[in-house]
């Protein structure tokens, strides 16, 4: 049960910081604070590879561009959490 719990908790902590991410997004000086410096470190690897595959799709041009790939990672995020701790439930109990 330990495990499991673990597991939900590491993904909610992931979930949290690509969240956090977005709404520091909005404020460029907290990007530039340490804590914000703290979080893109930890939430780019995560959402670079989302981001080249939707500029593979829609590409950026002149004007405003929403960046897409924090929903599209948290989506995955969510799949692989369930798809993890099913698959940990059915081993542990």
Known sequence: ????????????????????????????????SNLGRF????????????????EKFIPRGPGLYIDFSPIIALLVIDIIKRVLLNILIRILI
Not at 1 to 30: C, E, G, H, Q
Not at 39 to 54: D, G, S
């Open 1 to 32: 049960m330990i495990v499991i719990r673990a597991v939900d908790i590491f993904f909610r902590f992931l979930s949290l910081m690509i969240f956090i991410r977005v709404i520091i997004s909005w404020f460029p000086m907290a990007a530039g």
């Open 39 to 54: 979080i893109y470190q930890i939430t780019e690897p995560m959402l670079e590879p989302f981001r080249v595959l939707l």
